[in-house]
RNA sequence: GAGGGGGUGCCGGAGCGGUCAAACGGGACAGGUUUAGGCCCUGUUGGCUUAGUGCCUACGCGUGUUCAAAUCACGUCCCCCUCACCA
């Protein structure tokens, strides 16, 4: 155990008895809402975990300490399978194991010295949490945003159970091993596809959110325009529409695919001689598809189905077949085939034999479909089409075949989009019950909202059998609202992504037992400001919470269009290149690490070792010297400094500068949540505060940059922060003091300090203590590169429209250069643009500013007490003047 | 296949037109401390050189833009991630 840990003990119990952490709403503050994606409770923290709180706690003290109020929540997301497992394992109540693991997580989290407001703490199980799920569910269904419909489920007839996708491992109960079956049940769904559209197009909207999520966001809503088309069987005359963004290729349609699973294909071949064939491909295929989807699934196989559809504008018979690469989930499940212009379909065209039609050709040469290889999917001018269309390029002609299909009404145009609804039924126990009674008189009945909860009951078996909801006879058993005759109640709980996608709203007002939240405390906090989260909910979950948000908006309940401002999506920990799991066997506990060194430790690490959105690759020797570096900071407050000197001596000018410069950098990259630079930023500040304490000091100076390290520290290592602000006899917690300011002027005295210093171009801050030797300079030679060009010619002509004296300008410049020398943050000579060949040629005349130059020559060397050498710029790369260059002039001490 | 992100010194990892032989950490080596080791401290860590210094070679590979390229553009090779037979 480390010297730490006691500290870290005694400042958790401090934080929690002072209750510095809490927050309401302070409409004289600015608020800024810090979240991180709630957790399930498995009961351990895993890197992963640490890793996003580090962040998040980090970024969330830095907030407060710069003067937000800062709303900075946990909860827990703990329905789910694993509780049920467990009480299947120990023959208990998933409550139990839930309550127990929850506690657990909570302790590690204290132990990491976090700073939440944990009054605010929202557990999905609670009767209080979940009641307002279901009373969302009930606001959906009035607005027929809930609906009932058939959906296909794993079965295990075996365990007589629906098992969970990651229940079934090779196509196998993971119980008993027995084959899982697919099984269509009724099931509840939302319509989150009526806000498609909107889900899309305010992907734009969401500008602090990382691209590879919104455009993970835009792919899985995948909207695309075409033509709906009704085609006819030609049996039944039935018609049937397809979906196609090709509509150009109407007319070299030579067959029809219906996905396998579509309910029409039975129904076609019921009696004839296909049915047994067809019935073992799709039973082949069904499963496949489910399972084995990575398998040789790229081979396309197929069945003709005895049956012919009648294209509405040529009138030709085609054939229809089934085939695995039809997917019953997009568009209508039945597509038109055009072997000449899809890949797809011509390599299903070339195995089965059907013909090929041309109706795309190329302007440079004729395609003849016996000689084809692949199909053409490039643009070309329409062929062996209509008259109307005959001759016109193909993109072109799309809007008009489309108005002329909805003119003879034979189709229309329409946009269709990947996103399906969400399937919110789960048969299981622990999750939120669907407050919905099934009544033989009434049909579906909601659970009117007074009678809310509907509560899972404490009393129920779990034998791994069933949905040991459905089997409670006390619970299904009731009265129908309406008609009050016996009825029974749904057995089907929700999704746990239901629970999870509003939490965040519920933080804003927990404790709220008449309203699922204050809409004024609402509006006060949302939306969050800064999320952070694991990419793996890119789509699921933040898709689902922003279209809860705009649902309860639509209901006059949210009061924001988005939820998330800002999201950061951190990157994984992997350990040996590979991710950490327990089946590799390289976990490391974040607990032993906490023990072995300590919690400030751990979180410095995580911070320092990885941009927050990359990968951070575990590393023990890094941890080590995380630690040292932690007790290098500390080191410097135990010991009793001894200081005289009243009067500022240069090397105490230049502390005061290196902790401003530091105090601006470290700002600007917690800003950016560049923790890794800001804290290294802070290793070097470290180091110098060291050389600085050697030999006679500053009392004064010492504490101050002592406290300020404290300060910058705290977000990362708030339980030393505090000790050391303590030890430096400073009132009050350091996780709510000010954030230090950079003083800009302490800065640039220094580099004033010696005026005599001028510049050489390689010194840095710590050369600046040889000093001494440049006071002793004989000679200055002042390189001047002549050649001004580009962004720099810019840069002048903007100077030269208020003064035409050349020495005056470059003064200026001299001065930028003086001052970054002071490690001033920004650049000398700001780029004015990037694309030089921008610049009009008449600019300024090279020629002329040459001897401009050449003329002020004198002067400058007057002004600069130096030797002026004026050089070209090809010139400057060579020797001593090769950091001279146009815009910025090098200095040589001699 | 489509989309996205990357290739930097012994390693991890910053930098993203000129203060770059490249931050910071780790490792290695040398020295100090120590009976010794550990901890800790100091220094070195591409090559050749100087009294300070300077030169050459280097940021996957190639070409280009520029007075100037790790940084920009184009091409090329390799790696990672996400979605994936989307009609």
Redesign the pocket.
């Known amino acids: 155990m480390s010297e730490f840990a006691e500290i870290e003990k005694k400042w958790q119990q401090r934080w929690k008895e002072s209750g510095i952490f809490r927050v309401k709403e302070d409409h004289d503050k600015k608020k800024y809402y810090c979240l991180e994606m709630y957790p399930y409770p498995s009961g351990k923290l895993h890197m992963g975990h640490l890793r996003n709180y580090s962040i998040g706690d980090s970024f969330a003290r830095y907030k407060r300490m710069n003067g937000f109020n800062v709303l900075y929540p946990m909860g827990y997301d703990s329905f789910g399978l694993p509780a049920e497992n467990a009480a299947i394992k120990n023959q208990s109540h998933p409550e139990d194991w839930t309550t127990k693991m929850i506690a657990q997580m909570r302790e590690q989290q204290e132990q990491l010295g976090l700073s939440y407001d944990w009054d605010r703490m929202v557990s999905s199980i609670d009767e209080e949490y979940y009641r307002w799920d279901q009373w969302i569910f009930l606001k959906m269904l009035e607005k027929g945003l809930a609906y009932r419909k058939e959906a296909p489920i794993n079965w295990c007839e075996k365990c007589h159970t629906v098992l969970a996708n990651e229940q079934v491992i090779n196509s196998s109960c993971w119980r008993c091993e027995s084959k899982v079956q697919v099984k269509n049940l009724e099931q509840w769904f939302f319509k989150i596809t009526a806000y498609a559209e909107e889900l899309l197009s305010d992907i734009k909207k969401l500008e602090g959110w990382p ?2 999520v919104k ?2 966001q835009e ?1 899985w809503i ?1 909207r ?1 325009e ?1 033509t709906l088309i009704n085609f006819k069987l030609k049996r039944t005359g039935e018609i049937m529409p397809i ?4 509509v150009d290729t109407l007319w070299g349609v030579t067959f029809m695919v219906f ?1 396998p699973e579509h309910p029409k294909v039975m129904e076609l071949v019921k009696g004839t001689e296909y049915e047994e064939r067809v019935k073992r491909f799709i039973d082949r295929i069904v499963i496949q598809d489910k399972f084995q ?1 990575t398998d040789d ?2 081979e ?1 196989e197929g069945m003709f189905i005895g049956e012919y559809a009648i294209n509405p504008v040529t009138g030709d018979e085609v054939p229809i077949y089934i085939a ?5 989930e ?2 209508t ?1 039945f ?2 085939a055009v072997p000449a212009h ?1 890949q ?1 379909d011509f390599e299903f065209a070339k195995k089965y034999q059907v013909p090929i039609k041309v109706v795309i050709s190329p302007d440079t040469h004729e395609l003849h479909p016996a000689r084809m290889a692949v199909a053409f999917i490039e643009d070309g001018k329409i062929i062996n089409s209509d008259e109307a269309f005959n001759g016109v390029p193909n993109r072109e002609v799309i809007p008009e075949i489309q108005k002329w299909l909805e003119k003879k009404g034979l189709g229309k145009k329409t946009v269709q989009y ?1 996103l399906r609804d969400w399937l919110i039924s789960r048969q299981r126990f622990w999750g939120t019950p669907i407050p919905v009674i099934y009544c033989d008189h009434c049909g579906i009945v909601p659970v009117p909202e007074k009678e809310l909860p509907v509560r899972l009951p404490r009393k129920a078996k779990f034998s791994g059998q069933g949905n040991p909801l459905a089997s409670n006879e006390e619970f299904v058993t009731c009265f129908c609202p309406v008609c009050k005759s016996p009825a029974r109640r749904e057995t089907d709980t929700m999704d746990t992504f239901v629970n999870s996608s509003w939490y965040f709203l519920r933080y804003t007002d927990n404790k709220n037992q008449k309203q699922i939240f204050d809409r004024d405390k609402a509006r006060y906090w949302m939306p969050v400001d800064q999320y952070i989260g694991g ?1 793996e909910h ?1 789509v699921l979950h933040l898709l689902y919470a922003r279209f809860y948000t705009k649902f309860l908006r639509d209901m006059g309940i949210a009061v924001v269009d988005e939820p998330f401002t800002n999201l950061l999506c951190q990157g994984m920990v992997i350990k040996d290149g590979k991710k950490m799991s327990k089946s590799l066997g390289n976990v490391v506990d974040p607990g032993e690490i906490i023990e072995k060194y300590s919690a400030d430790t751990a979180r410095v690490f995580m911070l320092f ?3 927050p959105e ?2 951070l ?1 575990w ?1 023990d ?2 941890v ?3 630690f ?2 932690l ?2 900071v500390y080191h410097l407050v135990e010991e009793n400094m001894e200081g005289h000197a009243k009067e500022l001596s240069n090397k105490d000018r230049f502390i005061i500068s290196k902790m401003h410069s530091t105090i601006g950098k470290v700002t600007m990259h917690i800003e950016k949540m ?1 923790f ?2 800001a ?2 930023e802070l ?2 500040y470290t ?1 110098a505060v ?1 050389k600085y304490k050697e030999g006679t000091i500053n009392k004064e100076v010492y504490d101050e940059c002592a406290a300020t390290l404290a300060l910058l520290i705290s977000p990362f290592a708030p339980h030393l922060a505090e000790e050391m602000w303590e030890k430096l006899g400073k009132k009050g917690f350091i996780s709510i003091a000010h954030w230090p300011k950079a003083d800009l002027s302490k800065i640039d005295k220094k580099a004033e300090a010696g005026e005599e210093i001028v ?1 050489s ?4 801050i710590i050369k600046v203590q040889e000093l001494a030797k440049i006071k002793q300079a004989k000679k200055i030679t002042l390189i001047i ?1 002549a ?1 001004w ?2 962004d ?1 010619i810019r840069e002048l002509k903007d100077r030269m429209e208020s003064t035409r004296d050349l020495s005056v300008i470059l003064k200026e410049i001299m001065a930028t ?1 003086l001052k ?2 002071g490690e001033e943050i920004v650049k ?2 700001p ?1 004015f643009i990037k694309d ?1 060949s921008k610049l009009p040629e008449e600019v300024l005349d090279q020629q002329t500013e040459s001897n401009l130059l050449q003329d002020n020559k004198e002067t400058l060397a007057q002004e600069f007490k130096a030797e002026i050498i004026i050089l070209k ?2 010139e ?5 003047a ?2 001279a ?4 002039p090098a200095i040589l001490i001699e």
């Open positions: 691209e590879r455009l993970m792919n995948g695309s075409g979906f196609t963004t090709r996905a989807r699934t790229k396309k695995n690469f039809v997917l019953l997009y568009g499940g597509i038109m899809d797809r990947k990419i890119a070792a990885a941009m990359k990968e690759e590393n020797k890094g080590e010297g995380s040292r570096f007790k290098r560049h890794s630079l804290i290294g290793m070097q180091s060291y510049s171009v390689t010194a840095d590169a050649e060009k580009y720099f250069e970054r020398y000398a000579v780029s030089p710029a090809e400057s790369r060579e020797g001593k090769k950091n260059y146009p815009g910025k």
